[in-house]
């Protein structure tokens, strides 16, 4: 919600690099969001999110069912990664989900939020959808494996990995040491 | 580190309370330290605090075994939880571990850091290992179970848990919503 009002005001260039998180859980061992394999450590998580986001006026629901698939929204936000209106789309998947408890799985629910943005829904879902764009998400993800990637949101900054909401200012600031 | 001097500026009493951290993750399924059961987030883990105390100025090298057992340690820790040389021993303990690389989990060890801080170690370490001592521990980690509790530093603000070195501010910042 806040990255790229935060990465503009720190004079930081930010390129977004959509891929999907379920095939890195499953190499961690996952099968499943780490807030449901760890109930107790889960509703630690959910009431931290919730005080996260009523401290910094962000709409919250905890979504009836979780997770859901982001498959298709993630091979909208691969396709179209460098669209100026991507970063607006993705926010808005976030909030069918996370404040409005919609089914963001269903193509349906996804092509409604296309639209709300003046997307050709059809015509964009057609394209996310063909073998090349599917291939392109895959080769991301695998990407974002081999760069220790775990969890996300992940920021990427040189050769540093900072992960999460908490991190996204240390990573904004982050300039690599000196080399002796 | 910190969170003497934070409870202090923040005008917020800071009360002790020493737990065994092994028990809980067992609840959690965890037979190890998260660090070591999840080796990728585990690595990503290391450079995190690499990076905080960098930045904090806090000393910092990687134990060359980990986890090391904080059994004795935690022993005079919850048996001496009000004295008010105790907050400068938990340091120490932690200092000798992660900056010093030292054998914490040695009596030895932990008789050396009490008397670093002019306490008479045999005296101490003999009061901390009584029948009744061990108990009370114990029972803390028994109690910080039912409050769900699952990692540590956990500080608890009425109702509220916060975990870890990042939600410090946070909990000395908490106050209760009005209920309606």
């Known amino acids: 919600m806040r990255v790229e009002a935060a990465a503009r005001a720190a004079g930081v260039a930010l390129v977004w690099r959509p891929f999907l998180l379920g095939p890195l859980f499953a190499k961690q061992g996952w099968n499943d969001s780490p807030f449901n394999l760890y109930p107790v450590k889960g509703r630690y998580m959910w009431r931290d999110l919730e005080r996260l986001c009523a401290a910094q006026g962000i709409p919250f629901r905890r979504p009836s069912v979780f997770p859901r698939s982001g498959l298709v929204a993630a091979r909208v936000a691969a396709r179209f990664a460098g669209e100026a209106w991507l970063p607006e789309f993705v926010r808005r998947v976030y909030q069918a989900n996370f404040a409005e408890d919609r089914e963001i799985a269903e193509r349906s629910v996804v092509a409604e939020l296309l639209e709300s943005l003046g997307q050709p829904a059809a015509e964009r879902l057609a394209a996310a959808e063909t073998a090349e764009a599917k291939a392109a998400l895959r080769a991301q993800t695998e990407r974002a494996e081999r760069l220790g990637i775990f969890g ?27 080399r002796p």
Chains 1, 2 share one sequence.
Request: net charge negative.
């Open 152 to 178: 996300a949101p992940s920021f990427v900054v040189g050769d540093e990995i900072f992960w999460g909401n908490d991190r996204l200012e240390a990573a904004l600031a982050w300039r690599a040491p000196a």
